[in-house]
């Protein structure tokens, strides 16, 4: 809420403050900071390391980089940390409809590319961008800290920490979830649906050695996937039913195994072991507008969508790109036109994606014959016709 701040002798001006530091607002942080903009990054969330070795157990959480964010990281010098640490390039991508007989399966090649993506640990991504964020002398991390309270001006905009520190900037930069504070404290509204989907995330070691292809196989109750890791391991996401996923959360790793040789397609091999295991409701969000008053959204502060397609993050560091090239030309960072300008560039496209998600998500569920004709018949389509193919294949590498 907005409120009178309280000066404290720790006052100083920023050009711009980050409250999220996240994969998204650290990567905002560290490519303004690289500019020598005076940036102040808030997280509340302790920061991860990066893995000591490869045996270091996977995190969980991943995510799938299209060639466009890989460029922007390579861009803000923290890439070859990523790839070299551990990161699993994947040059096909192979989705099917277990009713029926439509199968595609998208190559690299067929787009001029040494592959489609990689898939990488968030937790690697994030503490790559923070050891380069802690070379910057122009970023000041304020970790173990949250907001408490918000006021703007004509010229400022001030944040009171938790610990009273009163922070003030030209702008204010939501990164902070999707539950964002920032949001919620500037009166953006937005809307929201809960799907009847859970997603139960398994990080394993399989008996097939380093692999190349993401799979995906849609199924009445929900996609099964397979995302290859570095070395002989994978990512699998199982989407059911909530009450199922939870169910499923319970058993053993042993029974879940079991569930998995007879559930799961042959193409999934056998799996040696489960090293961590989680999930999570799936939920999809939209701000009603990414700006108020010297405050802008981005990534999932802006908007969440259904996780199927892996572009949660590269739609955030789309975000992140277009809010940096708006930027970049400002006297004033908290000016409307160029908050305008980016909420412009990035608002359809990230509506586009979050509907075609809703697509897949309903249109794969459907039991009707019509539908289910439908849909194989528009997975041969792409699979026939190159041209559709390709432009497929571009747009989700992020060449928009």
């Keep these: 809420m907005t409120a009178k701040l309280k000066k404290t002798a720790s006052d100083q001006p920023f050009d711009v403050i980050i409250i999220g530091g996240g994969m998204v607002g650290a990567s905002i942080a560290l490519a303004l900071g690289q500019q020598g903009w005076q940036v ?3 997280e509340d969330q302790p920061v991860p390391d990066l893995p000591a070795d490869s045996t270091t157990p996977f995190d969980i959480r991943v995510s799938a980089l299209s060639p466009a964010s890989i460029e922007f990281l390579q861009q803000l010098g923290v890439w070859h ?3 070299h640490t551990r990161a699993a390039p994947y040059r096909r991508m192979r989705v099917w409809d277990q009713a029926g007989t439509g199968d595609v399966t998208f190559d690299a090649r067929d787009i001029g590319l040494p592959e489609l993506g990689y898939i990488v640990e968030n937790s690697l991504i994030q503490a790559a961008l923070w050891e380069g964020i802690r070379k910057i002398d122009a970023i000041t991390p304020f ?17 009171c920490l938790n610990d009273e520190r009163t922070l003030t900037a030209s ?16 009166g953006i509204e937005e809307t929201h649906q809960d799907y009847d989907t859970a997603a139960q995330i398994l990080s394993v070691i399989t008996d097939y050695p380093q692999q190349d292809i993401t799979w ?10 397979f995302l290859p890791l570095a ?6 996401v199982w989407y059911d039913q909530v009450d199922a996923v939870k169910t499923r959360h319970t058993w053993s790793d042993a029974e879940i195994l079991a569930a998995l040789a007879t559930t799961f397609p042959a193409e999934l091999g056998e799996i040696k072991a489960i090293e961590r295991r989680g999930y999570f409701p799936i939920r999809r969000m939209h701000a009603e507008r990414y700006t108020a008053e010297r405050t802008v959204l981005a990534g999932d502060a802006a908007h969440t969508i259904h996780p199927l397609a892996g572009q949660g993050v590269n739609l955030g560091f789309y975000d992140a790109m277009a809010l940096i090239d708006c ?3 400002s006297d004033d960072l908290g000016a409307p036109k160029a908050l305008a300008r980016y909420e412009r560039m990035r608002r359809a496209d990230n509506l586009i994606t979050q509907s075609g ?3 897949f998500h309903y249109g794969f569920r459907a039991h009707n014959p019509l539908l289910v004709g439908g849909r194989n018949l528009a997975l041969s389509a792409v699979s026939a016709f190159e041209p559709l193919r390709k432009m497929v294949g571009q747009f989700a590498s992020g060449q928009r």
């Design 40 to 42: 102040a990054l808030v």
């Design 81 to 83: 940390k990523i790839r």
């Design 143 to 159: 970790t173990d800290s949250h907001p408490s309270q918000w006021r703007v001006d004509d010229r400022h905009v001030g944040v």
């Design 171 to 186: 702008l204010l930069i939501g990164a902070d979830g999707g539950k964002s504070w920032v949001r919620q404290a500037t």
């Design 216 to 225: 995906q196989r849609f199924t009445a109750h929900g996609p099964q996937a």
């Design 231 to 236: 070395g002989a391991r994978g990512s699998i």
């Design 327 to 329: 930027l970049k030309d």
């Design 357 to 359: 998600m809703d697509l």
